[in-house]
C-alpha cells in the first residue's frame, strides 16, 4: 500500500498542511469532517500535492524535509510541479 506525504491546502483562507498517511483519502476525510486539531478550523480542505513512498520512515523523513523549510514559496512551487 505504500505511505504517502501530502499538502492540503485550505479553501477558506489559502494556507496549506502538510503531512504523511498510509491513506490518503480516509486522512483527509479525517481533516474535513474536523476530526484533526490543527485543520478544524479552516475546513474544507483539498488535497494539493502528495507522494508515495515505499516505508513509514521515508515518509516521515520528508514530511520533516518539507516542514523544516518553512517556506510557502518552496510548497507552492511543489504544488505549481504537481501532476495530480
Known amino acids: 500500500m505504500g505511505y504517502h506525504v501530502y499538502i492540503l491546502q485550505s479553501?477558506?483562507?489559502g494556507s496549506y498542511y502538510v503531512g504523511s498517511t498510509q491513506d490518503l483519502n480516509e486522512r483527509l476525510d479525517r481533516h474535513n469532517q474536523g476530526?484533526?486539531?490543527?485543520t478544524k478550523s479552516k475546513?474544507?480542505?483539498?488535497l494539493v500535492y502528495h507522494e508515495k513512498y515505499p516505508e513509514r520512515?521515508?515518509?516521515m523523513k520528508r514530511e520533516k524535509e518539507i516542514k523544516g523549510r518553512k517556506s510557502t514559496h518552496f510548497i507552492e512551487s511543489l504544488v505549481r510541479t504537481s501532476r495530480m
Request: proline letters at 7%; hydrophobic letters at 20%.
Open 11 to 13: 479553501t477558506v483562507d
Open 35 to 38: 476530526r484533526s486539531k490543527y
Open 43 to 46: 475546513r474544507p480542505w483539498q
Open 57 to 59: 520512515s521515508s515518509a
